[in-house]
């Protein structure tokens, strides 16, 4: 019973007072009688307390969060009472990639030269972000490392299509839900270097009383070439497998292979770039969450380690009109996945109140379409269009 409920039931007892003591009077008759009257009002008591605790249990109105609410309880928590790691799960991935996003942002600055412009937001519904995005660089072109905090409410349609994969979310006409993730992607200068794309996020739907009911991590980290070298490649995949191997031998493999088919431009017949590891769904029938979020604190840190010497090896490398003309192609390549198959993308242009900005922050400064165009035979951009279309095991 909720403190509410409680005080209500006293509120519903009678109050009686308190009888004045009399000396016990032997058994008779008339003891019997008074005995009687004593059990007839003590039952009456009870009739009418039982009577006042129903009320309370049928008429009382459950304590119900909606999205509003409970985000306003999480900002009040992290400012009293901070996060450690008895907190919820939301909190503490989002004081992570806070800190994530950071430190990257940090590395990139001092590589690049320029500073990136960071944008704060709030979403009217609870959440907001961090944009941070650097245009126009000595090194990169554009570059965005972007954190979303989302609470809101889903509607049945999009209940039943997650039911699919996670068969505990309930099946009520709406559910509360917070969805959070740090998105990643740089796009160099020099063709010689490669785009890269990261993307970690923890999404939880919620009961009515504000408590967890649901919930899955996802992520991952994958390179995209316009000129390929094989050892970037191998040396991108082995420090991806070297922080799955911590965790499970059987992550690299299975994600890296989900990573070839997710990233695929269908309708091209060949994938967005060589790869890397993606995943979705990580909910309890794969682990727990204090494990599943120590692989994806690995995953993460495992960025840094698996893309600067790349970039740095490429950065200043010499190259013609003709191979920058050659990178703007297969970056529109890139924008067709991100527009026409990515399901993160989708997902966030249907959020009501989405950041649109921040979304679309993946998409290249400048890119083109080239009508039939195609690579010379035996030439490097055929080299790298024949891998595209049949992934390579790089580890």
Known sequence: MSKRQFGQFVLLRPRFPKASFRPRRPFTAGANR???????????????????????MTCQKPVKFDARSLADLDERTKREKGVDENSPMRLRMEQFIREQQKAIVFELEKLDGKS???????????????????????????AGVNISVVYGTLPKPAISKMRVHHKNLSEADEVD???????????????MAPTVHLNYRYFETMRPDGTSQAWWFGGGSDLTPSYLFDEDAVHFHKTLKEACDKHNKDYYPRFKKWCDEYFSNVHRGESRGVGGIFFDDLDETVADADNTFAFIQDCLKSFLPSYMPIIQRRKDMPFTAKEKEWQQVRRGRYVEFNLV??????????????????????????????????????SREQRLVEVLKTPKEWV
Request: charged content about 20%; proline content about 6%.
């Open 177 to 191: 839900f917070y969805a959070l993730g740090l998105s990643m992607v740089l796009h160099p200068y020099n063709p």
């Open 341 to 378: 198959h990515d399901r993160g993308t989708a997902f966030g242009l249907n959020v009501p109140g989405s950041r649109v900005e921040s979304i679309l922050m993946s998409l290249p400064l400048t890119a083109s379409w080239r009508y039939m165009y195609e690579p010379e035979p035996r």
């Open 116 to 142: 990136f412009r960071e944008d704060t937001w709030t979403r009217e519904k609870g959440g907001g972000g961090v944009s941070c995005v650097l245009q126009e660089g000595n090194v990169f072109e554009k």
């Open 34 to 56: 008074s005995n009687n009257s004593r059990w007839v009002n003590r039952a009456a008591i009870a009739a009418v307390t039982l009577s006042g605790l129903v009320y309370a």
